[in-house]
Nanobody
C-alpha cells in the first residue's frame, strides 16, 4: 500500500505560480506511474498530468500545456507539479495518485488533496 500526502496549495493571484508536492510512503514509489488530477467545485475530477516511473515521459491535459510541469524525485519519494501563469479556472482541489500497474488509465492510491485558489 502507498500513502500520498499533497502540500503546497494556497491562494494566488492570476498570473502567479505555485509548486505542489506529493510525498509518498514506502519504497515502491519509483515503480509507479504518477498522476495529478483536480476537481473544481461542482465539476467532475479531471486528469491534469502524468509522469512515467523514470520521469522521461510526461503527458498533460490541453488546458495546462505550456504552463504546468510535472516532475519527480525518486530518491525523495516525491512528485511535484509546477504551476505557472495560473488562471482563475485552475482553481480546484489537486490530487496526486498512483497508476495501477499494468493499467493505462486506472489510478488506485490517492492523496487527500490540496486546495489551489486563483483570484482574478
Amino acid at each position: 500500500q502507498v500513502q500520498l500526502v499533497e502540500s503546497g496549495g494556497g491562494l494566488v493571484q492570476a498570473g502567479g505560480s505555485l509548486r505542489l508536492s506529493c510525498a509518498a510512503s514506502g519504497r515502491t514509489f519509483s515503480s509507479y506511474v504518477m498522476g495529478w488530477f483536480r476537481q473544481a467545485p461542482g465539476k467532475e475530477r479531471e486528469f491534469v498530468a502524468f509522469i512515467t516511473q523514470s520521469g522521461i515521459s510526461t503527458s498533460y491535459t490541453d488546458s495546462v500545456k505550456g504552463r504546468f510541469t510535472i516532475f519527480r524525485n525518486n530518491a525523495k519519494n516525491t512528485l511535484y507539479l509546477q504551476m505557472n501563469s495560473l488562471k482563475p479556472e485552475d482553481t480546484a482541489v489537486y490530487y496526486c495518485a498512483t497508476r495501477r500497474p499494468g493499467s493505462i488509465s486506472e489510478y488506485n492510491y490517492w492523496g487527500q488533496g490540496t486546495q489551489v485558489t486563483v483570484s482574478s
